[in-house]
């Protein structure tokens, strides 16, 4: 289960008195803070008759950014290692000497593994981590009407780039049309002046 909190000592210590209150304990943890952000991971035993408890207090300690819950069962486990120590013990009824020594160790070697089945089905494994970094920003796909003006945007840019590099590359040409140009009309008009002159 992840969780993003506020107080991140104070949801750690919360979680680790809930744990210890319903009669688990804890089987590790790891605290770490930065800079921009702190976290908090906890490996939890619960009795499986608390568990719902226990999910329905760590949910309080902030906002659910992940959960996952599975279901082992150890009923099949626990059947094989029945009918292991039964054939186990009638061996031991016909055995005599060293065999029977060593069938009886392993005989106890095969009821602390039931016994440590059971605890284990006992005890619900809970992985809790807190963290207080905050959550990414969201991408906002634009709509129909915001491409069109970004494309409108990009369109008018570029045309005018294009303007003003014709501007830059054909400026001087231009330039001198227009003088030669002025300059033409200059000496139209001086030459009907001369002829005006020369009529008149």
Known sequence: M??????LSGATQSAVRTTRHLGGFVAGADYSTGANAGNSRLALRVPVVNLQKAIASFTELGTILSQHISVADLQGGLDRLDARIAAKQKVIESSTG?????EKRALARLERSRQALIREGAYARISLQLTTSKP?????????????????GDI????AIAVLYALVVA???????LLAVFAERARRRRADHRLLEETG
């Open 2 to 7: 992840d969780l993003r909190v506020k107080d």
């Open 98 to 102: 060293a065999h029977l020594e060593k």
């Open 136 to 152: 990414a920003a969201k991408h906002v796909v634009p709509g129909r009407f915001q491409r069109f003006w970004d494309n409108s």
């Open 156 to 159: 008018l840019g570029k045309e």
């Open 171 to 177: 400026g001087p040409f231009v330039l001198l049309a």
